[in-house]
């Protein structure tokens, strides 16, 4: 990280909920640095002294950013706002070449700022039951089902776990992957016949850009014992060590 940029920049819709959720995982994972909270409404932020981003969960994306001539799915929460607010915010970040992560919606905003596409409505995709992606809450999380990460992807190398059980609390996923990130974790046991598993993390294609998205909740994870846990810590502790200020020591 270049000398002077203290602040890692947390883009959210409701700063309350990331202040609770999200924040503490970054303070566990040893960051001391300044953090700034920014939601739609917010003038935008001034990248020049950000270390780096992340991007957490929220309401869904509008489909016009990725296609203008596809409908909004009658079960999407879109977050307009938040949209318009994130996408140049992605975008002058990777053209910064700071480390992003981006969590849920945040790993599904930063794929279609990046030129990728989404499924709006898992069940419908993948002909699966409505709750089979969609168990628990922020303060509840329910271990439902197991990520497969690709063995020789960067993530893997991060998180120690080739697969582990993972929260989830989503209706829409990562469809066509933005051409400079890769797809690198899935759910194997939702399947379609022509896109595959469900994608549940991306990276950057480019092996020097620290730029991660995964589509479970790490935040709600980090206390627990076992390799979920182990995974959410080492996630959380690799980003930090992407942009944590230099010591003084």
Not at 42 to 66: C, E, Q, R
Not at 108 to 135: M, T
Not at 137 to 166: C, I, K, N, W, Y
Not at 208 to 233: C, I, M, Y
């Amino acid at each position: 990280m270049s000398s002077g940029k203290s602040n890692l920049l947390v883009s959210c819709k409701n700063k309350s909920g990331a202040e609770k959720h999200y924040l503490p995982a970054l303070k566990a994972a040893g960051w001391t640095g300044t953090i700034q909270v920014v939601a739609p409404g917010d003038p935008s932020p001034d990248l020049t002294k950000v270390a780096g981003m992340l991007l957490t969960g929220g309401h869904d994306i509008h489909p016009s950013h990725w296609d203008a001539l596809e409908p909004v799915h009658p079960e999407a929460e879109v977050d307009a706002d938040r949209d318009l607010f994130e996408i140049p915010l992605i975008r002058a970040a990777w053209d910064n070449n700071l480390p992003i992560l981006g969590i849920c919606r945040g790993e599904q905003i930063l794929n279609v700022a990046l030129g990728g596409s989404l499924i709006q409505n898992v069940p419908d995709h993948y002909g699966c039951e409505s709750e089979r992606h969609q168990h628990g809450t922020p303060d509840v999380a329910d271990m439902h089902h197991r990520v497969q990460l690709a063995p020789g992807s960067r993530l893997r190398s991060l998180l120690g776990e080739d697969v582990f059980l993972v929260n989830s609390r989503h209706h829409q996923s990562v469809k066509r992957v933005a051409p400079s990130l890769v797809a690198v974790g899935w759910h194997l046991d939702t399947v379609h016949p022509d896109t595959g598993p469900i994608i549940e993390a991306v990276e950057a294609a480019d092996p020097s850009r620290w730029v991660f998205g995964v589509q479970w909740h790490p935040e709600n994870l980090v206390t627990l014992k076992g390799p979920a846990g182990d995974a959410a810590r080492d996630l959380f502790a690799a980003f930090v060590n992407a942009v944590q200020p230099p010591s003084n020591g």
